[in-house]
């Protein structure tokens, strides 16, 4: 299982850690990834992790403002958004793959999202 957790009200220009628990066996996640699904958009991957090593990808929409991190020790990811504005609200959703993939199709294990809203 997976538990997001962090979203919140923000405004423009603000920043917000999301965090990902992830519960239960985590022997066959090979990969952490954060989605997310604006307001009429699709969903969009925002940001992965490699369970072992330090492989990560950005989309173009985050690069240099989000951070994705780990810790093994407790079974946690998290995402760390800086320079927020409106076109970061979304749903954000914790996935993990038993594969790398960077595609939301190719991830099995989601958990229940957390909403960002991004106020002008």
């Known amino acids: 299982q997976l538990q997001a957790s962090g979203g919140g009200l923000v405004q423009t220009g603000g920043s917000l850690r999301l965090s990902c628990v992830i519960s239960g066996s985590t022997l066959d996640i090979k990969a952490i990834g954060w989605f997310r699904q604006g307001p009429g958009k699709e969903v969009e991957a925002v940001s992965c992790i490699r369970s072992r090593g330090n492989n990560t990808y950005y989309s173009d929409s985050v690069k240099g403002r989000f951070t994705i991190s780990r810790d093994d020790a407790k079974n946690t990811a998290y995402l760390q958004m800086h320079s927020l504005s409106a076109e970061d609200t979304a749903i954000y959703y914790c996935?993990?793959?038993?594969?790398?993939?960077?595609?939301?199709?190719?991830?099995?294990?989601w958990g229940q999202g957390t909403l960002v809203t991004v106020s002008s």
């Open positions: 996935a993990a793959s038993k594969g790398w993939s960077t595609y939301a199709e190719h991830y099995d294990y």
